[in-house]
């Protein structure tokens, strides 16, 4: 019965591409799913003016206000992805809701808003500065999950994937996969 040692390599997290491209999705999903049901529960409560799933026409080249938050949710989600890289599980989901509510809504704020010719910080009314916090929170928190769940593993599967595959650790095997004493 001959053996053979197993040296397979599975990373812990995936490729940096396929990561992104969970950001990107996970960023997209959480516009319509967190940050659009932010805004429904807001207008319902009557906190807000402002609809949920908005279809009214962007400029430049006219489409849906929903599908342009929905890409440029992902954009965001893409960058997000590429920053919290290292993290995983209740930090990964805490970064995202935290900085998800200050970085787009300060680029909301002081890039896009003068851009639109409208006014600063939302005109620097209470509650129209608080609503565009909620909502990118909102969103934040729900691309977080998105990583978590879609993206990576939890930080045990993570010191579990690491321990098993340092190079002292390997295991020998049969040729039908069973486990035989360590090497």
Known sequence: MGTTVLRSYR???PSLTQWI????????ASVL???QGAIAVMHALELTQRVPYPMQPT???GVPQIWSLTFWGGVWGAVFAALFRRLDGGRLIAASLVLGALLP????WFVVAPLKGQPLAAGFAP????????VNGAWGLGTGLGLVVFGGKTRVER???QRRHAGTDRRRVDRRGRGLQPA
């Open 11 to 13: 990373p812990a997290t």
């Open 33 to 35: 799913v967190f940050h």
């Open 159 to 161: 010191r579990s994937n």
């Open 21 to 28: 491209g969970v950001g990107f999705l996970a960023g997209a």
């Open 59 to 61: 400029e430049p080249f």
């Open 105 to 108: 809504t300060l680029v909301a």
């Open 127 to 134: 509650m129209a500065m608080a609503f565009g916090l909620i």
